[in-house]
């Protein structure tokens, strides 16, 4: 009898988690730094498996046009302007969508900039900068969208740390705001736990897109031979591993962080 009511308790949770779509019957998926070249390849992936995805960037006319490719390719995918370090446009844009749609599923927090220096030559400037658009930009999306999420008992956040965060030369504001990322995540996963949202970092190694093809050469090398699986990821596999934390299939998985590194991170 217990046994039976289980089953029966588990395929009532998952069939809530088929029906909280949006209006027009569709997932609805956020993704900050969506312009660039991994925010790209999450948002597709997103949209590939049914989601209406927004891609959200501080540059809305690149934003603009990467969703418009993507849609001509028959996905749903719309592009506009987010400044992640301006709550008050946080909370615009996120209410805006929610208003159209009646939900938001799922928020990647993604957007970011690298500002490497070895810790005696970091500047502040660049350290704050460093801080306000990963730390607090990823703050301001998540109460923003915290707040649709914990009215409807449903949402999927999942946040971009990074192999950094584990400590790595010239890394002292990157690496610093990865881990405040991954702290900050922990604790919205606990408090929101019981409201049906789950709470996820994803941090990836070197991949082969966006941040990475800007380290020199012999770093790269360098971070492969490291590697125990001897290359950088693709861009399509970080996009997957996303894609997961944003399923109903990761129902009962929060408050973690999926290394996506080919390994490096056992050596560390």
Known sequence: MLLLRARRWVACLFWKERVRMSKQGQAVALVTGGAGALGAVTGATL?????????????????????????RQGLSVRGRALDVTRAEDCNAVMAEIAAEHGAIDTLVNMAGVVRNAAFSRITDEDFDLTFKTHVSGTMHCMR???AVMRDRQYGRIVNI???ASLGSVGGAAYGAAKGAIEAMSRTAAIEWATRGITVNCVAPGLIAAGMTLGVPKEFQDAGI????????????????????????????????????????????
């Open 144 to 146: 923003a969208v915290g």
């Open 225 to 268: 031979a490291r590697t125990p699986m001897k290359r950088n990821g693709a861009a399509e596999e970080v996009a997957h591993a996303i894609a997961f934390f944003a399923s109903r299939e990761a129902s009962f998985i929060t408050g973690q962080t999926l290394f996506v590194c080919g390994g490096i991170s056992i050596g560390f």
């Open 161 to 163: 740390s990074s192999i």
């Open 47 to 71: 949209a590939r498996r049914g989601d209406a995805v927004y891609l959200l960037d501080a540059d809305g006319a690149r934003a603009e046009a990467v969703a418009s490719k993507m849609a």
